[in-house]
């Protein structure tokens, strides 16, 4: 009668302790399974702020003329393309300013980062304009990943 009630009591400790690995298996794949989708949001969030829609008028007197949109969490949120050499070279990146009220200080916020995308000082800051989303001050490359 002991030895059963032994082997029962060790079946139940081996059957927690398999459970137990079971669950924490079940955790990996349930932090992995967050990673990946974290990853999937982030990708989708680069390819929006690398999108220069085709049809807007991206000129300097258009971002001038743009209406003062705030973000989505009322601030001014700001994104910059930086080319290289001029507003007609190839576009190396984007750079991004916020501030809570001033639209002059988040176009400032932004221009720090021009260094980061264009670190040889051959860059320049064009075609700034309002963004609906708020996103993190920063530099971005072409495609939209942080620099």
């Known amino acids: 009668m002991r030895f059963i009630k032994g082997a029962v009591a060790l079946l139940a400790v081996g059957a927690v ?15 992995r399974e967050q990673a990946e989708l974290e990853a999937q949001e982030e990708a989708q969030l680069a390819r929006e702020r690398s999108a ?40 190396m990146g984007f750079v991004f300013g916020n501030h809570h009220q001033s639209l ?17 000082g051959n860059g320049e800051v064009s075609h700034c304009r309002t963004w609906e989303d708020y ?12 620099v």
């Open 104 to 120: 002059d200080t988040a176009l400032h916020s932004a221009e720090i980062f021009l260094s980061r995308v264009a670190p040889e």
């Open 52 to 91: 220069i829609e085709p049809g807007v008028d991206d000129s300097v007197e258009a971002a001038a003329n743009a209406p003062e949109i705030r973000d989505n969490i009322g601030s001014f949120t700001v994104r910059c393309q930086v080319h290289e050499g001029d507003e007609d070279g190839p576009l």
């Open 17 to 31: 302790a398999f459970g137990g690995s079971i669950a924490g298996t079940s955790y990996v794949l349930d932090s």
């Open 135 to 146: 996103t993190s001050m920063g530099a971005f490359d072409e495609n939209g990943r942080p």
